[in-house]
């Protein structure tokens, strides 16, 4: 399996920017396909998720209306529509693939995720 996350760079605050994650390797039905991200000195949190086939989306509440997370099923891709962005919203941001049978509640737990891709930077200035 391979991720390979992009679309990252800087970005005045209030703007947007799109993170695309191209999946390779197999299918990814009943995947879950999460965002995470890791500010400086911080730990990696969970931005958003999706479920392969169902479509179903998750947010942490900081991104919650500003975020949109989608998949391209042609494409096997899966993207992060980030608008409003702000200068917290700095950090380094990463595609992950949790396997089928993860259940909905672990789906926003970094301990679900098998497969990392390698991160693209995000930085918002002020």
């Known amino acids: 399996v391979q991720l390979q996350a992009s679309g990252g760079g800087l970005v005045q605050a209030g703007g947007s920017l799109r993170l695309s994650c191209a999946a390779s390797?197999?299918?990814?039905?009943?995947?879950?396909m999460g965002w995470f991200r890791q500010a400086p000195g911080k730990e990696r949190e969970f931005v958003a998720t999706i479920n392969w086939s169902y479509g179903s989306t998750y947010y942490t509440g900081s991104v919650q209306g500003r975020f949109i997370i989608f998949r391209d099923n042609a494409k096997n891709t899966v993207f992060l529509q980030m608008n409003s962005l702000k200068p917290e919203d700095t950090a380094v941001y990463y595609c992950?693939?949790?396997?089928?049978?993860?259940?909905?509640?672990?789906?926003?737990?970094?301990?679900?995720?098998?497969?990392w891709g390698q991160g693209t930077l995000v930085t918002v200035s002020s």
């Open positions: 390797g197999r299918t990814f039905r009943n995947y879950y």
């Open positions: 992950a693939a949790a396997p089928p049978g993860t259940i909905t509640s672990a789906s926003r737990s970094i301990k679900a995720y098998q497969y």
